[in-house]
Structure formats: C-alpha cells, structure tokens
C-alpha cells in the first residue's frame, strides 16, 4: 500500500533562518506531488505541485521554493524565514489519472517562526 | 475560475442528531467533488468523493453527500452524530480535465458534537 511520510512534525525557527521540509512517498511511482499551507483557522493554499521530477509548478509569489530532486520525493525551502511563514504544512499526492485522483495527505508540519 | 463556499465555519450538534454540513461550488462544467476530515494536528483524510454516475455517494464513518448540479451543492450528512465526529471538515473541487489533480478547497467547517 501507499503511504507518505513528512517531517519534522514540528519546528520552531528563528526570523531569517533556512527551512527544509521534507516528503516522502512509498509505493506508487511516478505521483504527483503536492505543498499546501494552513494558517491558523484558515482554509489550505496550494503552494506548489508537481507532476514530476524537477517539474515544479508555483501557485503563489511568495518567500518559499520546492524541488524534487527524486520521483517520489518533494522539499519545501526557504532561505530566510518570516513571520508570516507560520503554519502548518501539508504534504499530498495523487495518482497519475490526476483530476479525479484524490488527494492523499502527509501528517503536516506545524512551523512556527518566532 | 472555480471556487467553493461552505456556509458555517462552525456547527454544533448533540450526540445523536442528524449531522448537515453545506457545501456549494461554482464552475462552469460539473467538477469533481470531494469532501475531507481532519483531526487536530493531523494530515485531511478523504471522507468520500463525487466525479461520475450515482449522485449520493456513501463514504467512511457512515457519511454520505448529494451531488446536485441544480443547486450546485455537494452538502455532507451523518444521521446520527458521535463524538468521534468531532473535526474539521472541508469540501473541495477538482476540474473535470487536466492530470494536475489540484483540489481548490473551501474554507471548512467545525464540527463539536456535545455529550
């Protein structure tokens, strides 16, 4: 069976430090991959998809970045943090038939930045 | 540009009673539809989805929705609320075209079950 691990669960960073998140996903090649934000009593943003490796699509301008340097790996980045980076992050994938896959979500990374 | 409202960022039931969350989209062609749970600190897990034939679709944990494109609503049921229900539920739509599977989600909704 499938399953995505994500970590760390929780991190707390400075304003202006780096960040790396990062998600793994075993047992399915070739997913589509997915970083999605959730800001306290918010709905969740799309960040970035990806469909496949170093294939990298932005929804938003913003102060992070994502690569996937292996199929079934996604890394959320960050040279320097800011405050506003605060959340708690979600990692997902689907299958390849894509707009009728459902999504299959990580346990998220709860990042605040003080 | 599709988009999707669920009425009531909170809704409070008692243990036992019938379970309504409302959701309603816009697109201009029939999307695909999907409703998630989340558990506090926790990742969504998929409740149940619409895309084609059978408008009432059945989902895990005695949940069930009704796709109606008239009304253009995907609302989620439960007859009888337990605690266990206690969540945070967000409804969430997806193009009927492209391979990108990107879900636009709504706001979501609370659920407290009270004893």
């Known amino acids: 069976s499938q399953t995505i691990h994500q970590w760390p669960a929780t991190l707390v960073q400075p304003v202006g430090s780096p960040l790396s998140l990062e998600c793994t996903v075993e047992g399915t090649s070739n997913p589509n991959l997915y970083w999605y934000r959730q800001a306290a009593g918010r709905g969740l943003q799309l960040l970035f998809y990806?469909?496949?490796?170093?294939?990298i699509s932005s929804e938003v301008p913003q102060n992070l970045s994502a690569s996937r340097p292996q199929d079934r790996q996604f890394i959320l980045s960050s040279k320097k943090l800011l405050l506003s980076d605060s959340g708690f992050y979600l990692c997902a994938w689907s299958g390849g038939q894509g707009y009728n896959s459902p999504l299959h979500f990580g346990n998220g990374t709860r990042l605040t930045v003080t | 540009a599709q988009s999707v409202t669920q009425l009531g960022s909170h809704v409070s039931v008692s243990e036992g009673a019938l379970v309504l969350l409302r959701c309603n989209y816009s697109?201009?062609?029939?999307?695909?539809l999907f409703w998630y749970v989340q558990y506090p600190n926790q990742g969504l897990q998929l409740l149940l989805k619409?895309?084609?034939?059978?408008?009432l679709v059945k989902g895990i944990n005695g949940f069930e929705a009704e796709f109606k494109k008239s009304e253009t609503s995907f609302h989620l049921t439960k007859p009888s609320a337990h605690m266990s229900d206690a969540a945070e539920y967000f409804c969430a739509v997806s193009p009927p075209s492209g391979n990108t599977g990107k879900l636009i989600f709504g706001q979501g909704t609370t659920l407290q079950v009270k004893p």
């Open positions: 697109s201009s062609v029939p999307p695909y």
């Open positions: 990806s469909v496949g490796i170093g294939q």
């Open positions: 619409y895309t084609t034939g059978a408008t």
